[in-house]
């Protein structure tokens, strides 16, 4: 199966920060690791994560970032997709129709976010950590 993570999970995982899909997310990135499961992020959640985590040291930002790219695939969109998602009126935040189109472009069966409701105008289906364990 091939997911595309979305940042607010990403984030989670690496700050080890409350969320009531912690375990979930910790289960789901460890099947990545163990390439049980085909895991991508998108290239921008890279530049999002480097930018929420500036006052935290600075290798500590460079070793997440290589953590990540070390577990899971980076995933980008063409011209083509991106000027899609600019004019795409129907998805209401830009950064989640650019995960969409990371999505397509990895393939992904899913998008495992913790906002679902951000992706209801997605061509992947998007689904909560807890709801990706299930489908385990």
């Given amino acids: 199966m091939r997911v595309l993570i979305d940042t607010n999970v990403a984030l989670t995982y690496l ?3 409350e969320d009531p899909f912690s375990k979930e997310i910790d289960i789901i990135m460890r099947k990545c690791a163990e390439e049980k499961l085909d895991g991508a992020i998108a290239l921008h959640s890279l530049s999002i994560i480097w930018y929420h985590t500036r006052k935290l040291p600075e290798q500590t930002r460079r070793d997440w970032i290589k953590l990540l790219c070390e577990l899971l695939t980076v995933s980008g969109a063409d011209n083509k997709s991106v000027l899609d998602a600019v004019n795409d009126v129907e998805f209401r935040d ?4 650019l995960q969409d189109c990371c999505a397509v ?3 992904s069966d899913y998008i495992v976010t913790v906002n679902i409701k951000d992706f209801d105008k997605s061509n992947v289906k998007a689904l909560t950590p ?4 299930k489908l385990l």
Wanted: hydrophobic fraction near 35%.
């Fill in 94 to 97: 830009f950064e989640d129709a």
């Fill in 105 to 107: 472009s990895f393939h």
């Fill in 130 to 133: 807890d709801e990706l364990i």
């Fill in 15 to 17: 700050s080890g920060r």
